[in-house]
């Protein structure tokens, strides 16, 4: 659609940016023009491979923290049935929190943590009026809690940047990046006010919570339906990674191929965010058509994703070897595979999820079998994210 067009010429929809306000704020996701470029241009780099290297040893702290309560509700609870999508969606907060803003010696990081957490629960665990008018009206205690936590939520991390600023020790996170690149500027105007220093660590934690945990659960769920996967899988860590006892080394991960095209098919059957949003910020020329300004477009990506005419008669079918030989998936049109969006705006975090998913399913798959459960309900839904509406349990057997 917008090959040929300057980003920043499609930027999000009014609505979308209303009502996730209290979330993003004026952060990348939401930023629109000139802001947008600037911003753009000095957060991509927080998300090379050198510094994302800092992080891969975070996220194997808080996968073996996971196994850690499985183990101990497995051997005492004698209990195998584990809620995955909980226990993933609690160990990717505490990493997104970590790469973020830091929580390691910081009470106040911790608390952020779960005030954060508080706030997508308010915001996403129901059904939402987005863009119905005076739809805000409808669920009036949800919007005024929203509001007073989001509140809270930006105190607690000026407080942390402040005393950050005071110290002037820098830390390997997105938001010791965005600090080292204000200092940078020293005597000039800093790159990023406070304000704009509070919204990007709320982006990071928001774009990247929810939707890397749903892409490693439906992935369980994919491989826990699919017993010979979740062996070739195993087969490969061993092959590659040894034991699954390593220390984060992004060449090893990378040769990780078939875990790469399982998350590519868990993508494409469950789009953790379910479609993209554009709106004209001025007339736009495509081809013969002029878009005019204000105009909203919605890119529906699970009909998308599922449509036969792009994937042929097996498009609801899970086969993870259509990416063995196309990035694109056998796809037959470019733009018909797009879980991480598109053009200029494309997700600008997804190496770090790719590398969270890797390292997460190296941890879980060398040490438990999973099952689905008897009690599981087949029920995705949208609440903003594509969510397992009653979760997702699995048996889940030690090896
Ligand atoms: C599997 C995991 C992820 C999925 C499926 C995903 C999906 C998306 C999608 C669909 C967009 C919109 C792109 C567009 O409008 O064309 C987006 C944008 C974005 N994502 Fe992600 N994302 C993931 C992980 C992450 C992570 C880990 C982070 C950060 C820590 C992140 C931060 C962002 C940001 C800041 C944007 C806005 C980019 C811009 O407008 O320039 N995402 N993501």
């Avoid at 939402?128 to 805000?136: L, W």
């Avoid at 929810?210 to 017993?227: F, V, Y």
């Avoid at 190496?351 to 997460?360: F, G, P, Q």
Wanted: charged share 25%.
């Amino acid at each position: 659609m917008s090959r040929d067009v300057a980003a920043k010429a499609w930027g999000k929809p009014n609505v979308f940016r209303k009502d996730r306000y209290s979330m993003f704020g004026e952060g990348l996701v939401m930023a629109e023009s000139d802001q947008w470029v600037l911003h753009r241009h000095v957060i991509a780099p927080a998300f090379n491979p050198l510094k994302l290297k800092g992080m891969g040893n975070m996220m194997v702290e808080s996968t073996r923290k996971m196994i850690e309560r499985w183990n101990y509700q497995i051997n005492y609870g004698n209990n195998h049935e584990i809620d995955v999508e909980r226990e993933i969606m609690e160990t990717a907060g505490e990493i997104i929190a970590k790469s973020s803003f830091g929580m390691e010696d910081d009470e106040n990081g911790k608390i952020v943590f779960r005030k954060l957490k508080e706030l997508q629960m308010v915001l996403f665990k129901s059904h939402r009026f987005v863009g119905v008018p005076f739809g805000k009206f409808f669920a009036i205690k949800k919007t005024l809690d929203a509001k007073k936590i989001g509140q809270e939520i930006d105190k607690l991390l000026i407080s942390i940047i402040n005393d950050r600023m005071k110290r002037g020790k820098s830390q390997e996170d997105l938001l010791g990046h965005l600090l080292q690149e204000n200092n940078n500027e020293e005597g000039k105007r800093k790159l990023f006010s406070m304000r704009e220093l509070v919204d990007e660590c709320k982006t990071f934690f928001f774009g990247g919570y929810e939707t890397t945990s749903l892409s490693i659960t439906w992935s369980l769920l994919l491989l826990a339906m699919h017993e010979d996967w979740q062996n070739q899988l195993r087969d490969e860590i061993k092959q590659v990674m040894g034991n699954g006892d390593f220390e984060v080394d992004l060449n090893l991960l990378h040769g990780l191929k078939k875990m790469k095209w399982v998350m590519n098919e868990a993508l494409r059957l469950y789009p953790p965010s379910p479609n993209v949003q554009r709106q004209a910020k001025e007339d736009i020329r495509v081809d013969n058509f002029t878009v005019p300004k204000g105009t909203n477009i919605w890119v529906d990506l699970i009909a998308m994703h599922r449509d036969a005419a792009l994937w042929g008669s097996d498009a609801n079918g899970f086969k993870p070897e259509r990416f063995m030989e196309d990035a694109n998936g056998g796809c037959n049109h470019q733009m018909g595979y797009l879980p991480f969006g598109f053009g200029g705006r494309m997700c600008v975090g997804r190496n770090l999820s790719l590398m969270e998913y890797k390292i997460v399913l190296t941890l879980l798959l060398s040490r438990f079998r999973f099952k689905v459960s008897p009690s599981y309900q087949h029920s995705p839904a949208i609440m903003l994210s594509l969510r397992p509406t009653h979760g997702l349990p699995l048996i889940v057997q030690p090896l």
